[in-house]
């Protein structure tokens, strides 16, 4: 076991207390390194390193900005590989899941030191001759950026790179479970001034509360549980923060009669048991329309028990553990409501064959599950899969719609009136046809309802981390004509 310091303006530090939290292999729960459990005092310094250096990196030009998340980038990509396996050890991932995951970072950073160049306000007509209007976006100032496990490099770029591109300074909390391959992008950030990055770690309940409650913190971007979510807000609230959360996410996955359905179970397996079912848009809901239930299901049944589960290191893996066993424990309990409830376990629930430690769970399938129950209204963070039988698209979508939640949405069809009126009914932040879960810089991603506010990604994840300044200028000094006294203007 080794002991993986935090980095505070460009060193490496311990907690001041000296305390340290361990850190897992969920494939076979060895304990293979611990970090620094920060506590407010040490938030309080990376904070100020923030604030500090925020003055000076606001006013970096643009060109000089890019080329440094460029090269932030090209660093990243100099480690791919050692990144990956340090997240496939920490997070359960398999690696090749892990290598695309630092391929989308990259291209993340590659993105925002391109677009921060070209943006920064707009022109407006004036009201009256000799003025000028315009606006300038400028940054909040220091930037929260708390990270979630199931992605940890990927969405704490979604939140780095539109920071540091808008001319924000970032203190970084990865989650709990997995802050070891964050920590090692010290080496990537130590191209920025100091202070520009800081990497902190700790439990939620003490360094992500001390970040969100700090003075000097002015915007906060969070990807995690809805009821996390909330409690940011309320504490935001007291000094009006900004926020930019996504939380949970319900999502459903509508299968039509006319779907191919060797193509649709095949996407509908892999949108529910990418990273073993930890993943916010993943296809949580599938609702089949009666006429093609019974051989989508058979399909589907058959593709999820082919889903190779073992060791995330090894190439044949498809899908590796749980995070955690109180994970595990939780996914388990849902199951059980479920079939309490009436569903019927069509396959899985059980520990895979060959994985006698570890936090691993079988591909599961709940067949005729009852919309309203557990799972369709509990967010299933784990490899199950909740099929629910309608009468028709109609039923269809507006059972997708009946949901406290809006992250994302599916549905497989080649009727443009199916895709239409499913797209324009279901409130969800991401609306995939025939294709799920594919994300793409350039466009933006985030919640409704109770899957978040604010937006990642695209132009909107830029302005996210930028307010709009209206800037008025007259050029020639003059005497108003509906300044006071009243009296000499005409009625």
């Known amino acids: 076991m080794t002991d993986v310091a935090m980095w505070i303006d460009h060193r490496h530090d311990g907690a001041r207390g000296g305390e340290t939290m361990p850190v897992e292999n969920p494939a076979t729960e060895e304990t293979i390194a611990s970090v620094p459990r920060a506590q407010a005092a040490d938030v309080a310094v990376a904070v ?14 643009g060109l000089e900005k890019a080329k440094l998340l460029h090269e932030v980038a090209a660093r990243m990509r100099a480690m791919h590989r050692e ?7 920490e997070g359960g991932k398999p690696m090749i899941e892990n290598l695309d995951e630092i391929e989308w970072t990259t291209a993340c950073f590659d993105y925002y030191a391109e677009l921060g160049r070209h943006s920064r306000g707009t022109s407006i007509p004036p009201s009256f001759e000799h003025q000028v209007n315009f606006t300038v ?11 979630p496990f199931n992605y940890p490099l990927l969405l704490m ?23 070891l391959a964050t920590l090692k992008l010290a080496h990537p950030f130590e191209v920025l001034p100091p202070g520009v990055v ?47 959360l996504e939380t949970s996410g319900i999502d459903p996955f509508i299968v039509c009669e006319d779907a191919d359905l060797d193509v649709a179970a095949h996407a509908a397996v892999w949108a529910r048991y990418l990273n073993a079912g930890q993943v916010c848009t993943s296809a949580k809901r599938i609702y089949v329309v009666d006429a093609v239930a019974d051989p989508f299901v058979e399909r589907f049944v058959q593709l999820a028990r082919q ?8 190439p044949e893996t498809d899908m590796g553990p749980l995070i955690s066993s109180r ?5 388990k309990r849902s199951i059980e409501n479920a079939t ?8 899985g629930g059980g520990r895979p064959e060959g994985c006698e430690r570890g936090h691993f769970l079988e591909p599961t399938v709940l067949d005729h599950v009852r919309h309203g129950g557990c799972a369709t209204r509990e967010e299933v963070f784990g490899p199950v899969a909740a099929i629910v039988r309608v009468r028709d698209v109609e039923e269809a979508i507006a059972l997708a719609n009946d949901s406290e939640y809006g992250l994302g949405a599916n549905i497989y069809t080649n009727n443009l009136r199916y895709v239409m009126t499913a797209m324009e009914e279901i409130k969800a932040g991401t609306f995939w046809v025939n294709d799920p879960l594919t994300d793409n810089e350039a466009g933006p991603f985030g919640g409704m309802r109770q899957s978040g506010i604010g937006r990642e990604l695209g132009e909107e994840g830029l302005d996210a981390f930028r307010e709009t300044k209206h800037v008025h200028i007259d050029y020639i000094q003059e005497h108003k004509s509906y300044w006071f006294p009243y009296a000499q203007r005409k009625w």
């Open 48 to 61: 100020e390193r923030a604030r500090s250096a925020q003055r000076a990196w606001r006013r970096v030009p």
């Open 83 to 89: 990144l990956a396996e340090t997240m496939t050890l």
């Open 137 to 147: 976006k400028e940054p909040f100032g220091v930037v929260a950026a708390i990270a």
């Open 157 to 179: 770029a979604w939140k780095v790179a539109p920071a540091l591109a808008a001319g924000n300074t970032v203190v970084i909390k990865p989650a709990d479970e997995t802050p």
């Open 198 to 244: 800081g990497i902190v770690t700790g439990t939620g309940e003490e360094a992500g509360e001390a970040l969100v409650r700090h003075a000097h913190v002015d915007m906060i971007a969070f990807t995690g549980s809805t009821a996390t979510g909330k409690r940011i807000m309320r504490i935001a609230a007291d000094s009006l923060k900004k926020v930019n």
């Open 307 to 314: 889903v190779r589960v073992g060791d995330p290191r090894r």
């Open 327 to 331: 994970a595990l424990g939780s996914v």
């Open 340 to 347: 309490r409830e009436g569903a019927r376990l069509a396959t």
